[in-house]
């Protein structure tokens, strides 16, 4: 069974019974499409459709109870289903964060997982719909089981930066946290026992441990609100606790990843689009919506609600304030999971019976205990309790992928682990935890680290200011390592690295890539130049300006009027020349390499005469325009817009007759820069008659640098790359 089959048979569960005929037509006509990627495209048009009849199903249940017996109607203000209503803003906040990741130009796997941890969100909870999870002392064990869960996580999960609050499981992450706390902080506030208190004063705990400022934000503000509704002793004890996990996590913690459409969302949005502003806001309004209207509509369950918007507001303003995600409108399931499964422990509407009493049958009553209600709610009927025993195993599992950040669909370019029989190499790519902290980022005892500007020179700052520079690991691993990089670089600088035995004068200048959101200084950057001072030649590798986030105009990507990454790229190469003698440097052997955002401003180095920067000293006398330059996995390019079989570059890509010799490196299978990148360059280099050769292998994806992996490109293409050189003369 295919990808597209699955979704679309997921999504059919959601179906009113008498639509499901209509469910499994759709899976069939996804079964009879040949093309993986025009499958998944169907399959996801139809689970919008299903999503959309389900949420307008579950809106007019909301507001239209069922027709029942007028003895047996409950008063208008217990009719009203807060669940209903939170199901529903959660599904809406969520697609407007499908529709932010779409307009701030994320990569479509990102919203297909947002998208697929939404999915398995509903599949989880609709089940519950018109039950009551939170009763003694069901919510108790619970509690003690996340307290515990918790626990472990923070002493064996996986650990980044100082930080624990991860669990891998295979190429997996999540983040129990944020998927577990915020339900039982909501039902703590109508189930005050002493296991459930314990649970959350363990969760507590572990907190401070990992540590989770966020999560440690919203526990305080959610026990400070529980206090103020209900000053028992249960409330107090954890308002203590959650203080001092507060400060002991502000004590501890450091600083979150800073990781594209994940961290500073609300500037992203900002930057890129009017439409990407307006669906962040939106959608941040949404999710406290539930609690807003729980709280002028139900007066008997104002705690419950005050608790949930204590909650999820302290998570909204880690983002607003701080870099923290926000929920559901940012890349990651488990906040998605986490925000439905917390809308549990709101009041729920039960299904009354419609079974009129007989006149003549004798009325029995049954005594209520704890034990007799949970029977009668979880044990009968027996269908419902197998049809949950059946969904829920297969929920996991889907909930398990959509929370963490899985690389690609299948059908598409997913990759498995496939370890060498001979070289005990992977091609796989397991999501990490990324984490940053402040601080500049230093190369090793080979390499000398130079300035580029000189100090007195005032620099157009990146989009981040003044904020202080910082290092972190990016996700995935790639050859089974993390890699690393710079962020908030304020002031460029390059590193030189001398060639250790036979110096050929030859250099290259490395432009590592990033998305012109960060500079991954280790994978494309000192290891490229590892293998470049072997081959006899100086290398520099370039810690130039990020973030610069490209604006959208009319739903269109645009280059910013300033390129940063450019400048800074144009002055390193003419500081080379100048102090080619210093560095023992063939002034006319320099070449640059760039990979994926560098590799466009490689492109721009090769086909710019004029510098785009005012004249600084001495050293902008010379050429900033490569000898040889060499592209690996191309980005922004090719005018999208003109259809999928055109291969015109952007307006703002100019080919010189002039430009250096050009090597292009691409893998056919590349899921963030498709090969039409790399083809519409190739050919309109030709078309100017500027020597260009093109590389081109079946596989190896995005992003692969010189890790070698079970993918032949990894191990090839350096051969490829001397071979060339070789062939110009430059070896």
């Known amino acids: 069974m295919t990808l597209a089959e699955r979704l679309l048979r997921l999504a059919c569960s959601l179906l009113a019974p008498r639509l499901r005929d209509w469910g499994e037509a759709m899976a069939q006509e996804a079964a009879s499409i040949r093309s993986p990627g025009a499958a998944l495209a169907f399959a996801l048009g139809c689970s919008g459709w299903i999503l959309g009849h389900a949420l307008a199903h579950a809106l007019r249940s909301a507001v239209s109870p069922p027709d029942i017996d007028p003895a047996q109607t409950q008063p208008r203000q217990d009719r009203w289903a807060s669940r209903d209503v939170a199901l529903a803003c959660a599904v809406a906040a969520a697609s407007l964060g499908l529709l932010f990741l779409s307009a701030a130009g994320a990569p479509g796997r990102y919203v297909i997982l947002n998208l697929t941890a939404l999915i398995a969100g509903l599949i989880i909870v609709l089940p519950f719909r018109r039950k009551d999870p939170v009763e003694a002392p069901f919510i108790g064990v619970v509690s003690i089981t996340v307290g515990l869960a918790l626990l472990l996580t923070a002493a064996l999960g996986d650990a980044a930066e100082g930080a624990r609050r991860w669990v891998s499981l295979g190429d997996v992450v999540l983040q129990p946290g944020l998927i577990g706390l915020p339900f039982l902080l909501v039902a703590f506030a109508g189930s005050r026992d002493i296991l459930t208190t314990t649970g959350l004063v363990l969760g507590a705990i572990a907190l401070g441990l990992q540590p989770d400022p966020a999560m440690a934000s919203a526990l305080l503000a959610a026990a400070a609100v529980a206090t103020l509704m209900k000053p028992d002793r249960p409330a107090w004890v954890l308002l203590a606790v959650a203080l001092a996990c507060f400060i002991l996590t502000e004590l501890r913690s450091g600083e979150v990843a800073a990781?594209?459409?994940?961290?500073?969302?609300?500037?992203?949005?900002?930057?890129?689009?009017?439409?990407?502003?307006?669906?962040?806001?939106?959608?941040?309004?949404?999710?406290?919506?539930?609690?807003?209207?729980?709280?002028?509509?139900?007066?008997?369950?104002?705690?419950?609600?005050?608790?949930?918007?204590?909650?999820?507001?302290?998570?909204?303003?880690?983002?607003?304030?701080?870099?923290?995600?926000?929920?559901?409108?940012?890349?990651?399931?488990?906040?998605?999971?986490?925000?439905?499964?917390?809308?549990?422990?709101?009041?729920?509407?039960?299904?009354?019976?419609?079974?009129?009493?007989?006149?003549?049958?004798?009325?029995?009553?049954?005594?209520?205990?704890?034990?007799?209600?949970?029977?009668?709610?979880?044990?009968?009927?027996?269908?419902?309790?197998?049809?949950?025993?059946?969904?829920?195993?297969?929920?996991?599992?889907?909930?398990?992928?959509?929370?963490?950040?899985?690389?690609?669909?299948?059908?598409?370019?997913?990759?498995?682990?496939?370890?060498?029989?001979?070289t005990g190499l992977s091609s796989a790519r397991t999501e990490v935890p990324k984490v940053e902290q402040v601080g500049v980022w230093q190369p090793g005892p080979d390499g000398e680290q130079v300035p580029l500007w000189p100090t007195a020179v005032a620099l157009a700052k990146p989009d981040s200011g003044d904020r202080p520079e910082a290092t972190g690991n990016g996700s995935p691993t790639v050859g089974g390592r993390k890699w690393h990089w710079a962020t908030y670089v304020t002031r460029p600088t390059m590193t030189i690295y001398r060639p250790r035995s036979q110096n050929t004068g030859a250099a290259m200048l490395v432009l590592p890539g990033g998305g012109f959101y960060a500079v991954a200084m280790d994978l494309e950057g000192t290891e490229i130049c590892d293998w470049v001072v072997q081959q006899g030649m100086t290398c520099a590798v370039l810690k130039y300006r990020t973030p610069q986030v490209w604006p959208q105009e009319n739903g269109r990507q645009r280059r910013p009027e300033v390129l940063l990454g450019l400048e800074d790229a144009q002055r390193a190469m003419s500081l080379l020349r100048q102090r080619a003698s210093t560095y023992g440097i063939d002034p006319q052997k320099i070449g640059v390499i760039g990979f994926s955002a560098g590799a466009y401003l490689v492109a721009n180095m090769s086909n710019t005469v004029e510098r785009t920067y005012p004249r600084t000293d001495a050293a902008d006398e010379q050429s900033s325009r490569p000898d040889f330059a060499i592209v690996a996995y191309t980005a922004r390019m090719l005018d999208n817009s003109k259809g999928r079989n055109n291969l015109q570059l952007q307006p703002w890509v100019q080919v010189s007759a002039q430009a250096p010799p050009t090597l292009i490196i691409h893998a056919m299978d590349d899921p963030v820069d498709d090969i039409r990148q790399p083809m519409a360059y190739a050919l309109a280099l030709n078309d100017a008659g500027v020597p260009v050769d093109l590389r081109v292998y079946a596989e190896g994806g995005h992003a692969f640098g010189m890790r070698p992996t079970t993918d032949h490109i990894t191990t090839d293409w350096p051969d490829q790359v001397r071979d060339w050189l070789l062939s110009l003369g430059m070896l």
């Open 259 to 422: 990781t594209p459409f994940v961290n500073d969302v609300f500037r992203t949005a900002s930057l890129s689009s009017p439409i990407a502003a307006l669906a962040v806001w939106s959608g941040t309004v949404l999710l406290l919506l539930p609690a807003i209207l729980g709280l002028c509509r139900r007066r008997q369950a104002r705690a419950a609600h005050a608790t949930f918007g204590a909650t999820w507001l302290a998570l909204v303003a880690a983002a607003i304030f701080g870099t923290e995600p926000v929920p559901l409108i940012a890349y990651g399931g488990s906040a998605i999971v986490g925000y439905l499964l917390s809308t549990l422990a709101l009041p729920g509407k039960t299904a009354p019976s419609r079974r009129p009493a007989s006149a003549t049958s004798p009325q029995t009553t049954k005594t209520f205990t704890p034990r007799n209600d949970c029977v009668d709610r979880f044990a009968k009927p027996a269908a419902l309790q197998a049809s949950l025993l059946r969904s829920l195993p297969v929920a996991f599992a889907f909930a398990l992928v959509a929370c963490g950040q899985v690389t690609e669909p299948e059908g598409a370019t997913a990759e498995v682990t496939l370890p060498s029989a001979n």
